[in-house]
């Protein structure tokens, strides 16, 4: 199996990082969909799976998005290039969010139209499963 994850003389990640990770085919991988009954066990599963592929700093937070302007002198600005790198591999992340949990669960995302990053998916499901743990008292919770 190729290793996806960039190596420490190749960081941080580059477009050939996500042309591989854009390639992985996460229901390959990951068979089961996060729905109301299992979202404890889905976490378990999906969290080893960002990490092994570099990519968990994006749905914890600590991969904060790049401005989409850099100044090149004093007066002008340009696109920055790290930006663009940082919203298509976010954009791969959120789909795997997408692709792994069930129709109800992905109507509680905010739909076409409306963008929003892999972290926000993550926060919000999470604020679902906990509330919901919350209210029957569920311990289970970590």
Known sequence: M???SPSPASSPLTPLTFLQLSHVNIK???SMMCDFLNFTLWKTVIIPFFESHGVLSYIDGS???PPPFVSVTGTSVAPNPAYFDWKRIDAVVLSWIQATVSLDVLRALPQPGVSF???EAWVKIDAIFSSQNQSQGDSTHF
């Open 117 to 119: 990053t892999s972290r």
């Open 28 to 30: 390959n991988l990951i």
């Open 63 to 65: 991969s904060l998005c």
């Open 2 to 4: 190729s290793q996806l």
